[in-house]
């Protein structure tokens, strides 16, 4: 009876005295002294990069884009002669329809719309380099940042690493992109020369 008595008192107690929240319990007891937000990203495991900020804010990021400027206003230069050419010759042949015979004029128009298909095919190819050069270019930065991002990350006391993208919301502490890009600057700089050079047009 007593036993039972004691048992009951026992478990009234533990019902009403306070529990120490989580974050007390365990070692994990958190100073006072420190932002609430703080605390907890000191504490926290996971990190974020901005894969799009690491690339482009980067010495090498900044080295292709600058390549890919240079050489895209050279295909734009290029486009607008064509395009004169053409022009010039369409006229050309509208001049000389007159003086033409039907069958003369027609292979004319033929040799015209086969050489401006032949132009349009070769700029879109040039055009489709540049894209392939960014992709090549980014493949080669982004194996080479692994590493590095390991040690990054290491640095910050996190395990895991995740694109900001993926982030929905979060605490304040959780971006490690700045670091990345200090650090993939210092061990990679702006990559030397590609394996292979954009040459457009």
């Known amino acids: 009876m007593w036993r039972f008595a004691g048992a009951v008192l026992c478990l009234a107690l533990a019902l009403v005295t306070p529990v120490a929240p989580l974050w007390a319990q365990g070692g994990l007891l958190l ?8 605390r907890a990203a000191t504490r926290l495991l996971l990190r974020t990069v901005d894969d799009e900020r690491l690339f482009r804010e980067t010495e090498f990021g900044a080295r292709v884009a600058d390549e890919i400027e240079i050489a895209s206003r050279a295909l734009e230069i290029e486009n607008d002669r064509l395009l004169a050419e053409l022009t010039a010759r369409e006229a050309e ?3 000389e329809r007159a003086e033409m015979s039907v069958e003369a004029f027609r292979a004319a128009a033929a040799d015209f719309d086969a050489q401006a298909e032949s132009i349009r095919r070769d700029q879109a190819e040039k055009r489709q380099r540049l894209v392939q050069f960014e992709e090549s270019e980014r493949r080669r930065f982004f194996n080479q940042s692994a590493p590095v991002l390991q040690e990054v990350l290491e640095r910050s006391g996190g395990l895991v690493l995740i ?10 502490g959780l971006d490690m992109t700045d670091e990345a890009i200090a650090a993939m ?3 990679i700089g702006d990559g030397g020369p590609p394996p292979f050079p954009l040459s457009v047009p």
């Not at 694109?163 to 304040?172: E, F, N, P, Q």
């Open 93 to 95: 042949l509208t001049r």
């Open 185 to 187: 600057d210092e061990a």
């Open 163 to 172: 694109d900001a993208r993926a982030v929905i919301i979060g605490v304040s």
């Open 31 to 38: 100073s006072l002294g420190e932002p609430a937000d703080a």
